[in-house]
């Protein structure tokens, strides 16, 4: 019979998806925070760049207000040099305009000197988060990572354990077994009781005595799974029966 086979196939299964699930739960965790690790990473670097294209745009402005300066100096010397009343007037609008830039300038740079502190303070809380980041993942990493490869082995092993045991069942019964595996996840279910552990569903007697019999192979009507006949719960109910004939 293939049935204690497929069983022990079964079981070499369920220890591969349990080991797939702890290996995938690392593998997950190690992925979230080289996720996080790197989304902080551009943010610092917006940040950057941010706070870079406005410490151009306060030189472009420092720089106007040192023309302008240099340009009232000029016109102060014109100004001295005056022909008429006129003109010095006019240099004096000039000189007077000029001033009136400068001071919007400097409260520009003053604005932009103020962003400049704010970006640089959140780029430093970034900073901070990223380290803290980096220094969990160097911590976790390489742990997670050698039991990630102690896993993978382990699967490895069990495959093989699987194919050899594989080897010993017939193809047909083989496919069938996956086919339900696929569909049902266990493909071999113990009967308790006449009922089904897959599914919970009254295996009719007829039927429920040919598990017993376990000489061939028995779908549950209901669920579609091999059904095997579990002893220690047979014996239980078979106590008491003997009991009650000697009685
Ligand atoms: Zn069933």
Known sequence: MDIEQLKQLQDVDIHITDIYQEKN?????????????????????????????????????????????????????RLKEAKSGREYQAFMREINGAKRDISEIENAVLKIMEELEKIDKTR?????????IGQRLQQTADQSKARISVLAHQIQELELQKNSIAKGITPSMLSMYEQIKKQRQTAIVGVKKSICQGCHVNIPPQLFNEVI?????????????????????????QKPKRNKKAV
């Open 25 to 77: 739960a690392l593998e997950e965790t190690l992925r979230n925070d080289e996720d996080a690790y790197q989304e902080a990473e551009r943010t610092i670097e917006e940040f950057t760049k941010n706070y870079e294209q406005l410490e151009s745009e306060k030189k472009a402005k420092e720089a106007e207000i040192q023309q302008t300066s240099e340009m009232i100096k000029r016109w102060d010397m």
């Open 124 to 132: 430093k809380e970034e900073k901070q988060k990223i380290d803290e």
């Open 213 to 237: 019999m376990n000489n061939k192979i028995i779908l549950c009507p209901h669920c579609q799974r091999i059904l095997f006949y579990v002893e220690d719960t047979v014996v239980e109910e």
